[in-house]
């Protein structure tokens, strides 16, 4: 099964699970480390913020259920951990989560002779992210985000 369908399935098998607990899956990763086949589920809390002994009881949580739908016919490694405070921002849910918090972002297209940006995300609508820079409202098209992270200070 290639990586997108392991992704898909996945999601198929455990969204129900992970919202009923309050949590997202921000991102899988599917991939041979050594010899080991290593599944890792990257989940936080919607509002941000997850512990180590949550991601402990959602390991258990979803080792049964992969276990009971006979997920994958071979052996692996299932890690269900935080994706950090420094992650990359993907998904609309991703900066709707940093709204009030400072970003910083690559564009693919230029805004004002610009590519890089650095400020507080204020809001997001349908298809634009707003950003706050220094007093100044600047709207960013989500389709011009290359890449996005939050900045910690």
């Not at 010899?35 to 990257?42: A, T, Y």
């Not at 049964?64 to 420094?86: A, Q, T």
């Not at 997001?124 to 996005?148: F, K, V």
């Amino acid at each position: 099964m290639d990586r997108q369908a392991v992704a898909a399935e996945l999601e198929g098998l455990l969204g129900d699970y992970l919202r009923g607990e309050g949590i997202d899956l921000v991102e899988i990763i599917h991939r041979y480390e050594g010899r080991d086949l290593v599944l890792r589920l990257l989940v936080d809390r919607p509002e941000g913020g997850i512990s180590l002994g949550e991601c402990a009881r959602l390991n258990i949580g979803i080792s049964r259920i992969l276990d009971e739908k006979n997920f994958l016919d071979m052996r692996y490694v299932l890690e269900v951990s935080s994706p950090g405070l420094d992650r990359l921002l993907k998904t609309k849910r991703d900066f709707a989560r940093c709204i009030n918090k400072k970003a910083r972002f690559f564009l693919n297209t230029p805004i004002n002779g610009k590519i890089e940006w650095d400020g507080i995300i204020t809001r997001i609508d349908e298809d634009t992210l707003y950003i706050d820079i220094e007093g100044s409202l600047l709207g960013i098209p989500l389709a011009s985000i290359n890449q996005a992270k939050q900045i910690i200070e």
